[in-house]
C-alpha cells in the first residue's frame, strides 16, 4: 500500500481526472485493508463512497449542461473530498493509515476545487 500512496507524488504531473482516478483507487485500496469490524466496516464503505465520488462527479462536470451546473457538480465533488478528509484523519488517529500522504493529496484536491469553483463563479457573471 505504501507503493501507492507514494505513487500519489508521481500524480502531480498528470490532470486533474487522472489525479482523481489515482486517488479513488488509493482509497478503495486502503478500505480494502481496514479491520473488519463494526466500526471498519462502516468506515470502509463511508471512505469508499465519498473518496470515489469526486472522480465521477468530475466526470459529469466536464459535461455540464450549463455554467451553473458546472458549478454544483464541481461544489458536490468539493464536498465528498472534504468528507473523505475527515474520514482519513479518524483513520489516521485510530493509527489505521499510517501514512498520510494520502491527506495530502486530498488537501490538495480541495484547494484545486475551491479555486476552479471560485474561477467559475467570477466568470459566470455577466
Same mark, same amino acid.
Given at each position: ?24 483507487? @488509493?482509497?478503495?485500496?486502503? *478500505? ?5 469490524? &463494526? *466500526? ?7 471512505? @469508499?463512497?465519498?473518496?470515489? *465520488?469526486?472522480?465521477?462527479? &468530475?466526470?459529469?462536470?466536464?459535461? *455540464? ?18 468528507? @473523505?478528509?475527515?474520514? !482519513?484523519?479518524?483513520? !489516521?488517529?485510530?493509527?489505521?493509515? $499510517? ?16 479555486? $476552479?469553483?471560485? @474561477? ?7
Amino acid at each position: 500500500m505504501n507503493e501507492e500512496l507514494n505513487s500519489i507524488n508521481m500524480q502531480r504531473k498528470f490532470d486533474l481526472e487522472d489525479r482523481l482516478i489515482e486517488f479513488a483507487v @488509493t482509497i478503495i485500496k486502503i *478500505a480494502e485493508t481496514l479491520p473488519k469490524t &463494526y *466500526a471498519g466496516n462502516h468506515l470502509a464503505g463511508q471512505l @469508499t463512497r465519498s473518496g470515489t *465520488a469526486p472522480a465521477l462527479n &468530475y466526470g459529469e462536470a466536464q459535461s *455540464a449542461e450549463s455554467r451553473n451546473d458546472f458549478i454544483h457538480k464541481m461544489k458536490v465533488a468539493l464536498k465528498e473530498l472534504r468528507e @473523505t478528509n475527515n474520514c !482519513l484523519k479518524i483513520m !489516521l488517529k485510530l493509527n489505521w493509515i $499510517s501514512n498520510d500522504e494520502v491527506l495530502k493529496e486530498c488537501n490538495e484536491l480541495i484547494s484545486i476545487f475551491v479555486k $476552479s469553483i471560485e @474561477t467559475a463563479k467570477r466568470n459566470n457573471i455577466k
